[in-house]
């Protein structure tokens, strides 16, 4: 009986599959036809077709769940994509920070003439009656948690791979779910996986990753996922939770910006990254951290963000005149460094910073006084994280920035060979930091790390070949904006504390939730101390690539050969390098009231 989807159909019928399910029957121990019926049973819930009414009835749906924003798509790039999409099958996958993420890659295909893609989503979204009219329209909904459901992975790897062999698009979030914090969070390797398997099993087949940036002006759903961050329970999705999110549409808040980065060539890429070895296991990952790369090169600066950092940069009201002098030289090292900005817009401008704080009070997110001489802005009570969130939305264009300040403290500390000093710093920086930034690869880092400190000194750069501790205070003294405070500060404190609790738990093992748990429970205790900067610091999203690293170094299993003093010396680490922030602040000057 026909499924009215052709990929299910032919996996069905296809004698390759069917032979894959009687070896993985064997390997468990099961029954061949109840595998076989399980895995038919599982087709069905994640086949997806393109039907073309039920497509015009979700683009209504979509467009009329849209209307909070207005979609601003990188026209330029989309009619690249047009020449590209009759060759190839292109993969888009997108940065995640709201529900409508899935919504406006379909929107921006079907606005420029691209083949509609199938978009895969989570299964928890896949509730009556949408999801019959989702499916029709190329939605394909999975499941997340599928370790002890050996069947179901075979089947989505092979519906993934005939998809792929069938020339289709498909569209996905690399971070498999929403960002709480406002950055691109650590990509998920499940689905790139597949498609990876899908080429190697098939050589004439190709397809072409298209890294996609989406980023809002402002968002309906920030501070839910912030306090999601911070441990609160998820609200689950269903009916009523849709109406809910329907209804808050109704307030529009801006504009939503959509860019496409550089196309990845993902067969050329596989090639160049095994040369020669087929069984190189860290393949997918590196392909998925060179895309995540390539999305944040391709986020634009939204004057959100840079008003939201001017504010937290402050930590205080500051008037109209005050939020422009503290943006100026940020305006002018993003100018600098060429990174675009959303819509084109004049960050120094004083009707658009304007409008935007205004934006920004009617939303919440700041409040406004003006009962004085002059109107002052800012930043709400419990909105911190909120603010966060935007600034962070901006985050990866400052982390070089800050890690060159580190760097040069570290120079003005160390031996008379500043540059290299500097140099063995920020690579010490990119490894601490790489599983919460996306970086360069190793050998290009240290050509950005130059090109920032040629930023940074106030001369013509030639300093650069050889400078003294002496030249490193000098253009920390010198340098504006400097941002290690603001950028890295709450992530080094969130590291500090879990060096911490990981060396108080002296020898012990570490198992996962707990231990994150204790790190929230102390968390909390050290933010009334006064003991981290702020509160966002008190994060499951920054605790997690904390712990991540630290696993990565061998820290958390209690077998490890004098355990105690690595974790000590974690800990010494970290609170070194918070020192180092701390000497950064002391150079900063303070922004006008």
Not at 19 to 46: F, H, I, K, N
Not at 167 to 185: A, C, F, P
Not at 397 to 420: H, Q
Request: proline share 5%; with cysteine.
């Amino acid at each position: 009986m026909s499924s009215d989807t052709p990929e299910v159909d032919q996996l069905l019928a296809d004698d390759g599959f069917a032979a894959r399910l009687a070896e993985l029957a064997g390997s468990l121990g099961r029954d061949r036809g109840e595998v076989t019926a399980e895995a038919a049973g599982y087709l069905r819930e994640m086949g997806a077709m393109h039907s073309p009414r039920a497509m015009r009835s979700w683009s209504r749906f979509t467009t009329w769940m849209f209307r909070a924003h207005e979609l601003l798509v990188d026209e330029e790039a989309a009619r690249r994509l047009q020449e590209l999409d009759r060759r190839y099958s292109l993969l888009f996958l997108f940065s995640h920070r709201s529900y409508l993420d899935g919504a406006a890659v379909p929107v921006a295909l079907d606005r420029h003439g691209l083949s509609p893609a199938y978009t895969l989503g989570g299964a928890n979204l896949s509730f009556f009656p949408v999801n019959r009219l989702a499916r029709r329209a190329g939605i394909v909904y999975i499941r997340r948690a599928t370790q002890k459901l050996p069947v179901y992975r075979l089947t989505l790897r092979a519906y993934i791979g005939r998809l792929i062999r069938n020339r289709k698009n498909l569209s996905w979030s690399i971070e498999g779910g929403r960002t709480r914090t406002g950055k691109l969070r650590p990509p998920t390797y499940g689905i790139l996986r597949y498609v990876v398997d899908a080429l190697d099993a098939d050589p004439d087949t190709e397809a072409l990753i298209v890294p996609v940036s989406i980023v809002y002006e402002q968002l309906h759903e920030v501070g839910a996922m912030t306090a999601e961050a911070r441990g609160a329970r998820k609200r689950p999705e269903d009916v009523r939770w849709l109406i809910r999110f329907a209804r808050l549409q109704a307030s529009r808040l801006g504009r939503a910006y959509l860019d496409f980065g550089e196309p990845v060539p993902l067969r050329e890429r596989m090639a160049e990254l095994r040369d020669g070895d087929r069984q190189d296991r860290h393949v997918v990952e590196r392909i998925a951290l060179d895309v995540s790369h390539r999305i944040n090169q391709a986020t634009p600066v939204t004057v959100t963000a840079v008003v939201c950092l001017a504010l937290l940069a402050a930590d205080r009201a500051l008037t109209l005149d005050g939020v422009l002098q503290t943006i100026a030289p940020m305006a002018t090292y993003i100018e600098s460094r060429r990174w675009p900005v959303a819509g084109a817009a004049d960050l120094t401008d004083r009707d658009t910073v304007g409008r935007t704080l205004h934006e920004l009070v009617a939303s919440g997110v700041l409040t406004s006084y003006d009962g004085g001489t002059d109107t002052v802005w800012v930043i709400g009570p419990g909105q911190h994280l909120v603010a966060a969130f935007y600034r962070n939305t901006a985050i990866h264009l400052l982390v070089d920035r800050a890690i060159g300040e580190l760097a040069l403290v570290a120079a003005a500390e160390g031996d008379p060979d500043g540059l290299t000093t500097a140099t063995e710093e920020a690579l010490r920086l990119r490894d601490l930091l790489k599983f919460d930034f996306f970086f360069a690869r190793r050998r290009d880092f240290a050509e950005q790390m130059a090109l920032e400190l040629a930023i940074i000194e106030p001369g013509d750069g030639v300093g650069l070949r050889e400078f003294t501790p002496a030249d490193a205070r000098h253009w920390l003294q010198h340098a504006e904006p400097l941002v290690a405070p603001l950028v890295l500060r709450p992530f080094l404190d969130a590291y500090h504390l879990v060096a911490d609790r990981l060396a108080a738990a002296g020898d012990g093992n570490v198992e996962e939730a707990p231990f994150l748990d204790e790190c929230l429970r102390v968390g909390r205790q050290w933010a009334l101390q006064g003991r981290l900067s702020s509160e966002e610091s008190v994060s499951l999203e920054l605790f997690k690539p904390a712990l991540q690293l630290a696993r990565h170094r061998g820290l958390l299993d209690a077998g490890t050969p004098d355990l105690p003093q690595r974790r000590a010396e974690f800990l010494d680490e970290l609170r070194e390098t918070a020192r180092r922030v701390t000497v950064v602040a002391g150079y900063t000057r303070q922004p006008p009231v």
